[in-house]
């Protein structure tokens, strides 16, 4: 019988629990550290498609997860870097990337970024625009950004 109260109580207190709300999580960044955070996002997009091999070194992390409408799986760091590099030697040029309805996860040292992005090239001078959904997760390393993961989703053609 004595047993019997405890388990109640455990059972009525794990209930009332789970009826409950989850806590919000996330914390809002500043607007100076937002604007740094965007400032490394902005910077992996130009080197990427400017095929600065160095400049997405700098601020992509080395386990980097890169994931792109086509790819099976995802991407390294170094098939990243390799991509970028052969859309610039196959002709391809940077021209301008946009991001609107822009929203920011911050927990602790971690940001997920979540956007509409537009991205422009060029290639023979055929101009092409990209519109889409994006993830980005970034980790703070000392006193800067680091970019680990992306996910893109194209509008469907």
Do not use: C
């Not at 979540?114 to 519109?131: D, N, P, Q």
């Not at 980790?139 to 993961?149: E, F, L």
Request: no cysteine; proline share 4%; glycine share 8%.
């Amino acid at each position: 019988m004595n047993l019997i109260t405890p388990s109640l109580a455990i059972v009525a207190l794990a209930t009332s629990l789970a009826a409950q709300p989850a806590p919000r999580m996330g914390t809002p960044l500043a607007g100076t550290e937002l604007r740094a955070l965007e400032l490394v996002r902005d910077s992996v997009w130009v080197h990427w498609f400017s095929g600065d091999t160095a400049g997405l070194r700098r601020v992509l992390s080395p386990e980097l997860v890169a994931m792109s409408s086509g790819d099976t799986l995802w991407q390294s760091l170094d098939q990243t870097v390799s991509g970028a590099a052969e859309f610039k030697k196959g002709g391809g040029r940077f021209v301008s990337v946009a991001f609107d309805h822009k929203t920011t996860h911050h927990f602790n040292g971690t940001a997920v970024l979540f956007a509409r992005y537009t991205i422009v090239t060029e290639r023979g001078g055929k101009r092409r625009t990209e519109r889409g959904r994006v993830t980005e997760v970034f980790v703070r390393s000392g006193a800067r950004w680091v970019h680990t993961s992306w996910h893109l989703d194209p509008d469907a053609s």
